[in-house]
């Protein structure tokens, strides 16, 4: 009879499997990328385009067109192409990222054949119309104006600016940016970024030839938009450590942004990067957490992170605190990175650590879409599933010795930029 007073024995995960996609290529060239796995009849098709044409005076024509392109075509008002959605029991969604933007439908595979032609006129039609963009730009508006009221939003804003500048990665939006959106620069960004030359499709689901010449046959063929574009290309430089205090007389809480520019996913120290966040701050049992949550008590939550970006990587720790307790927080963040800068970790929580970020991979497989997203991760990072392998057996012989030598590499405070919105 199973003893409930006893601990289950610890296993660390022995292997993972990945299921690596079928390439193949639509008549227009648009490279296909193709996860076919799954019982039932259900498909994610996934259109990604490359951000291009970044215009520091411009700054939201990319992430504007991404939530307007299926708001009205030539052919479909919004509430047509919401309509004919819905009535095949599709979910069709838009998605802005910092390099990548895409348009992603869900549909039963029996519909496949009525929902591409929507995704068509979409991809090709689609006209931005007046009013839809002047319902978008008030309720932008007043959404950064209920944003900004946040102290962590704001330190999130700031940070990314302290370390990116007016790059698509660290833009200072405000509520002028939204008035000056004109619906002709959204035509023209659509005509040069939503086109086969951009474009790289990843589909996930059942999946088979005929549902892929289905595919070729409507949208295979020749696209309305050709204009030219540039890829966006960032360079940075590391900047000295600086603070900013964002003072609020009535702040009950202070939120705390605090980090700087690190490597990306190319690097080969990212794996053990990743191992020695997650020891700091990834995780609900991380160093942050127990000292500052469960020791001191100061917040409800902290976390660290590393981000890997098309063109940079960054490092970075957020909190809210209460305002009493700010300073004493930075006192406590920086004495956790100084013993991981001068104590080895012990064998007991660096294991804790390997079977937590072992467990999260294995258990972030669970499906076709979470296979064709890890794929996609390291596709854009121009990576292989070579990545992954090394990612593993890093995780699994990183030494404790390895792990100070990458803190005292890495984590130089001095280098951080600090936002504290609130009081100090």
Same mark, same amino acid.
């Given at each position: 009879?199973?003893?409930?007073?006893?601990?289950?024995?610890?296993?660390?995960?022995?292997?993972?499997?990945?299921?690596?996609?079928?390439?193949?290529?639509?008549?227009?060239?648009?490279?296909?990328?193709?996860?076919?796995?799954?019982?039932?009849?259900?498909?994610?098709?996934?259109?990604?385009?490359?951000?291009?044409?970044?215009?520091?005076?411009?700054?939201?024509?990319?992430?504007?067109?991404?939530?307007?392109?299926?708001?009205?075509?030539?052919?479909?008002?919004?509430?047509?192409?919401?309509?004919?959605?819905?009535?095949?029991?599709?979910?069709?969604?838009?998605?802005?990222?910092?390099?990548?933007?895409?348009?992603?439908?869900?549909?039963?595979?029996?519909?496949?054949?009525?929902?591409?032609?929507?995704?068509?006129?979409?991809?090709?039609?689609?006209?931005?119309?007046?009013?839809?963009?002047?319902?978008?730009?008030?309720?932008?508006?007043?959404?950064?104006?209920?944003?900004?009221?946040?102290?962590?939003?704001?330190?999130?804003?700031?940070?990314?600016?302290?370390?990116?500048?007016?790059?698509?990665?660290?833009?200072?939006?405000?509520?002028?940016?939204?008035?000056?959106?004109?619906?002709?620069?959204?035509?023209?960004?659509?005509?040069?970024?939503?086109?086969?030359?951009?474009?790289?499709?990843?589909?996930?689901?059942?999946?088979?030839?005929?549902?892929?010449?289905?595919?070729?046959?409507?949208?295979?063929?020749?696209?309305?938009?050709?204009?030219?574009?540039?890829?966006?290309?960032?360079?940075?430089?590391?900047?000295?450590?600086?603070?900013?205090?964002?003072?609020?007389?009535?702040?009950?809480?202070?939120?705390?942004? =605090?980090?700087?520019?690190?490597?990306?996913?190319?690097?080969?120290?990212?794996?053990?990067?990743?191992? =020695?966040?997650?020891?700091?701050?990834?995780?609900?049992?991380?160093?942050?957490?127990?000292?500052?949550?469960?020791?001191?008590?100061?917040?409800?939550?902290?976390?660290?992170?590393?981000?890997?970006?098309?063109?940079?990587?960054?490092?970075?720790?957020?909190?809210?605190?209460?305002?009493?307790?700010?300073?004493?927080?930075?006192?406590?963040?920086?004495?956790?990175?100084?013993?991981?800068?001068?104590?080895?970790?012990?064998?007991?929580?660096?294991?804790?650590?390997?079977?937590?970020?072992?467990?999260? =991979?294995?258990?972030?497989?669970?499906?076709?879409?979470?296979?064709?997203?890890?794929?996609?991760?390291?596709?854009?990072?121009?990576?292989?599933?070579?990545?992954?392998?090394?990612?593993?057996?890093?995780?699994?012989?990183?030494?404790?010795?390895?792990?100070?030598?990458?803190?005292?590499?890495?984590?130089?405070?001095?280098?951080?930029?600090?936002?504290?919105?609130?009081?100090?």
């Amino acid at each position: 009879m199973l003893n409930r007073t006893l601990a289950p024995e610890s296993k660390q995960v022995d292997e993972i499997n990945f299921i690596q996609p079928l390439k193949q290529q639509l008549n227009n060239g648009i490279p296909v990328f193709t996860i076919n796995a799954g019982k039932q009849e259900l498909v994610r098709i996934e259109f990604i385009f490359e951000n291009v044409n970044w215009d520091q005076n411009k700054p939201l024509q990319a992430v504007t067109v991404s939530h307007l392109i299926n708001n009205g075509t030539a052919k479909l008002t919004a509430k047509e192409i919401a309509e004919k959605v819905d009535y095949y029991g599709a979910f069709l969604q838009t998605e802005y990222g910092a390099d990548q933007s895409s348009v992603k439908v869900y549909t039963l595979n029996k519909h496949l054949a009525a929902v591409l032609p929507i995704l068509q006129s979409i991809l090709n039609e689609s006209v931005f119309p007046q009013q839809e963009l002047d319902i978008y730009v008030q309720n932008q508006k007043q959404s950064l104006q209920v944003s900004l009221q946040k102290n962590d939003f704001l330190a999130r804003k700031h940070f990314a600016h302290a370390i990116f500048g007016d790059s698509s990665y660290g833009s200072n939006i405000e509520a002028a940016d939204y008035e000056a959106i004109q619906q002709a620069d959204l035509l023209s960004y659509f005509k040069a970024a939503y086109k086969p030359e951009n474009c790289t499709i990843f589909i996930a689901g059942k999946f088979e030839q005929s549902e892929f010449d289905l595919l070729n046959n409507i949208l295979g063929k020749t696209w309305n938009n050709n204009e030219p574009s540039a890829v966006n290309k960032f360079d940075f430089s590391p900047i000295a450590g600086k603070e900013l205090l964002i003072e609020k007389a009535d702040a009950i809480q202070s939120a705390i942004r =605090m980090g700087k520019l690190a490597i990306t996913r190319k690097h080969k120290d990212f794996p053990g990067f990743q191992v =020695m966040n997650c020891l700091l701050g990834g995780y609900f049992g991380s160093r942050l957490m127990a000292n500052i949550r469960e020791d001191k008590g100061y917040t409800y939550g902290i976390g660290s992170a590393i981000v890997s970006l098309k063109d940079a990587g960054y490092f970075f720790i957020a909190t809210e605190v209460g305002t009493e307790v700010c300073n004493n927080t930075l006192i406590e963040i920086e004495k956790e990175i100084d013993l991981l800068k001068s104590e080895l970790v012990s064998e007991e929580e660096l294991n804790l650590v390997r079977n937590y970020m072992l467990g999260s =991979m294995l258990g972030s497989l669970e499906n076709a879409f979470s296979h064709a997203d890890k794929f996609k991760n390291a596709y854009f990072s121009g990576l292989d599933y070579t990545y992954y392998d090394n990612y593993i057996k890093t995780v699994k012989t990183i030494t404790p010795e390895d792990l100070k030598q990458l803190a005292n590499q890495y984590l130089n405070t001095t280098d951080f930029s600090k936002v504290i919105v609130g009081k100090k």
